[in-house]
């Protein structure tokens, strides 16, 4: 029996024909090129945490989702395995198999899926995730555009290589250590501060979600890309890769804490 593109049974309601609704077709989407597997992970993780495939419910197909998403199969498997790593989705084999979404479960077993910090809005998480965006962002295209030379340029390098030499368990101070060494070297005291600031705030809320090591290595790939623009002069360059890095981070918030 085919499933439905939905990939939920007896979802309710019709359309004027007496079709079933598309309901995943108002989250699923093609996703940028730049952050595949990020956005794709939010929006899958959206369908299940707003129940448009319920709890036992079989999500569609590979080839569909893969097909919605605009990703490959690779890279949709790879966030399939997560989903399952954090217990929210199984994979079953056979003639009836697929990918079904598992029940909740128990807060006492697992402390709950991430949350965001007690007090804090949507309203504030995104205004600091659009602040994030704009200081770095310009961070990026004033180092670009005023060039990195001799000592400053070997900070750099070296925050990078850092990074890239990390513990799992290290990685997102040496990451945060990066975006900071950036931001220092634009030149704009003022915008170091106020980088640092809205950065404590991001941390908290990174501090809540998985490290997953896909997004890690995709990361690392837009932190070499972003230090090459810088280094060359890139401006334009260095901005689109910082205004990319930041919206894959974006998304995986989104999809984690939503």
Do not use: K
């Amino acid at each position: 029996m085919n499933e439905s593109p939905s990939g939920a049974v007896g979802a309710p309601g019709r359309t004027a024909d007496g079709t079933a609704p598309d309901r995943l077709a108002h989250v699923l989407r093609p996703v940028r090129a730049g952050n595949g597997f990020e956005e794709a992970l939010e929006q899958i993780l959206q369908v299940i945490r707003l129940g448009l495939v319920p709890s036992g419910g079989r999500l569609p197909a590979e080839r569909e989702l893969a097909e919605r998403l605009g990703i490959s199969r690779v890279t949709l498997r790879d966030v399939l395995r997560v989903l399952q790593d954090e217990g929210l989705v199984e994979s079953r084999r056979g003639r009836y198999g697929g990918t079904f979404v598992r029940p909740p479960a128990p807060a006492d077993a697992t402390g709950g899926r991430p949350r965001l910090p007690a007090g804090v809005t949507w309203a504030e998480v995104e205004d600091t995730l659009r602040f994030r965006e704009v200081l770095e962002v310009g961070a990026a295209e004033l180092c670009a555009a005023e060039g990195l030379t001799g000592e400053r340029a070997r900070r750099l390098r070296d925050a990078l290589a850092a990074t890239g030499d990390a513990p799992l368990s290290d990685y997102r101070r040496r990451d945060t250590l990066l975006h900071l060494t950036l931001a220092e070297l634009c030149g704009s005291p003022s915008l170091a501060a106020r980088y640092a600031a809205v950065r404590a705030s991001l941390n908290d809320l990174l501090d809540r979600i998985p490290l997953l090591v896909r997004n890690l290595e995709h990361s690392q790939r837009q932190h070499t890309a972003l230090v090459e623009a810088v280094l060359e002069g890139d401006a334009e360059g260095a901005r689109e890769v910082m205004r990319e890095h930041c919206a894959g981070t974006a998304a995986l918030l989104r999809g984690f804490l939503a």
